[in-house]
């Protein structure tokens, strides 16, 4: 058994169910803004009603998110010491930022948003539903700029130290901001802000699609799916820009990631895109593949003759990363993109046409396209990371010299065997399993319970997300026509 492999299995576990929620967490959190801040304006009871439906289901996914983030902390110590030893002082003034500015900001206020409906005032409950929301946002930023200064390291000096007649080297901060505006990470977090708020609007579209389809609350559903289609036509619209945007960034500093990416074993002058294939290591071609002619020099070079640089010419500087599951993640991450965009402002004439909602099929396929928000998420993930390996810590490469960067293979704690990661695998699958279909058994509670009724169900005009606003019990309204 390899302890690197399993190393690397057992992080990307936990990461990956992790990962989950934070993205449903900050998505959810400014629908919950957006509700509580109609409600102070308008008065209406809708908006009110539908803002504590969706705090419930945004409480129990910020919940899993805290308890699953814990875990990786801890692996950082045990099964990646020389990684940690060798970014302590980068990671460290982040995620200290991140406790300091996010985590506590949220956690801090988090009861009040859960707990403080009947005990404090309409406008303090907003405040602390901004604090939640705020925080969130906060703590993704301090996360994605660790991850980004990976990418692209800035900002610091490599040092050596001795302790107990062992020489090692540790990146040490020389200029905070300049970490902080690390060359990836205003990228990576447009793209994964963008991201997260995509998951958000296709979850309230899939359940309310689920109501509309089943006869249930027509009235809130109805309000939640205009509100959600319009969030995430606009956002995946504004994704596709930003995912171009953040691939400009990869072909300036992690050439060798884009040759992955793309199935790009030989330089070539206009390189051609690939819609779909399998990238063969042997043969060094892309098999079974749809290209697109000099699109990828276009693409990169806005020409479509001009070169591109191919892993022939970067490996023996970068090293080779895995083509195939970096090639495979980032074209289903871009698929379904893609799709998003098609079915989005397919949706939008359907409504403009007024035949939306009683068109059964699309809205069947909205209530199993948040399992493809979540997918491209955690592709989107796979890419980044796997196109980057041999490396941990990205290298810089000046005329064929390599600088800093630390590999994968060196990161890892001498002290751990292949037997105890293992070990912590199987313990970590299983209750990683029984969390999983403990957060399904409650989340399908909650959407089966709905929103709560509201008094008055007068038509209000609409805002920008009518997100989950209003509510009709039919099921009792029918109860009611029959009883007279």
Request: glycine share 18%; charged share 10%; net charge negative.
């Given at each position: 058994m390899d302890v690197l492999l399993l190393s690397r299995l057992q992080f990307a576990l936990t990461i990956m169910f992790h990962y989950l929620f934070p993205p449903l967490t900050i998505g959810l959190g400014v629908v919950l803004v957006y509700l509580e801040g109609q409600h102070l304006r308008t008065g209406d009871p809708r908006y009110h009603a539908a803002a504590k439906f969706w705090t419930?289901?945004?409480?129990?996914?910020?919940?899993?998110?805290?308890v699953t983030g814990i875990v990786m902390e801890f692996e950082f110590g045990t099964n990646w010491a020389v990684y940690s030893r060798y970014?302590?002082?980068?990671?460290?003034?982040?995620?200290?930022?991140?406790?300091?500015?996010?985590?506590?900001?949220?956690?801090?206020?988090?009861s009040i948003l859960l707990f403080g409906w009947d005990r404090v005032g309409p406008k303090m409950h907003f405040f602390a539903t901004l604090m939640v929301c705020v925080g969130g946002i906060f703590s993704s930023v301090w996360i994605v700029v660790a991850n980004s200064w990976q990418q692209t390291p800035a900002g610091f000096v490599l040092r050596e130290h001795e302790v107990n007649g062992i020489i090692f080297e540790r990146a040490e901060i020389t200029d905070f901001?300049?970490?902080v505006f690390n060359p990836s990470s205003m990228q990576r977090l447009t793209h994964v802000l963008i991201g997260a708020v995509i998951l958000g609007a296709f979850f309230v579209m899939s359940i309310s699609a689920w109501y509309l389809l089943k006869g249930r609350h027509r009235d809130f559903a109805e309000r939640s799916f205009?509100?959600?289609?319009?969030?995430?036509t606009v956002a995946s619209l504004a994704q596709l820009a930003a995912g171009h945007w953040q691939a400009d960034n990869v072909a300036e500093y992690q050439p060798a990631k884009l040759a992955a990416f793309e199935g790009l074993y030989e330089t070539k002058a206009g390189a051609e895109a690939y819609v779909f294939g399998w990238p063969d290591d042997e043969s060094r071609t892309v098999k079974f593949g749809l290209p697109v002619p000099k699109l990828l020099s276009l693409?990169?070079?806005q020409d479509p003759d001009a070169t591109v640089v191919g892993l022939d010419d970067l490996e023996e500087s970068y090293g080779k990363p895995p083509v195939w599951l970096s090639f495979q993640a980032y074209?289903?991450?871009v698929a379904i993109g893609m799709t998003f965009i098609g079915s989005t402002l397919f949706a939008c004439v359907l409504l403009w046409r007024g035949t939306l909602f009683e068109t059964r099929w699309l809205l069947w396929f909205f209530v199993g396209a948040v399992v493809l928000a979540f997918t491209a998420n955690e592709a989107g993930w796979v890419a980044a990371e796997v196109g980057r390996q041999p490396w941990i810590v990205y290298p810089t490469v000046v005329n064929g010299e390599v600088t800093g960067g630390l590999r994968t293979s060196d990161g890892l704690s001498e002290a751990v065997t292949a037997e105890q990661v293992l070990g912590s695998i199987i313990m970590f699958g299983l209750v990683y399993g029984l969390l999983f279909v403990l957060w399904i058994f409650l989340l399908n509670h909650k959407i089966q319970a709905g929103p709560e009724p509201v008094a008055d169900q007068s038509q209000g005009h609409g805002g920008v997300i009518e997100a989950a606003t209003g509510r009709v019990d039919h099921h009792r309204s029918l109860t009611d026509v029959k009883r007279t």
């Open positions: 419930r289901i945004f409480g129990l996914n910020f919940a899993l998110g805290v970014v302590g002082d980068v990671f460290g003034s982040a995620l200290a930022a991140e406790g300091i500015f996010a985590f506590f900001l949220e956690s801090g206020f988090l901001w300049t970490m205009r509100g959600g289609l319009l969030l995430g693409l990169v070079h074209h289903l991450m």
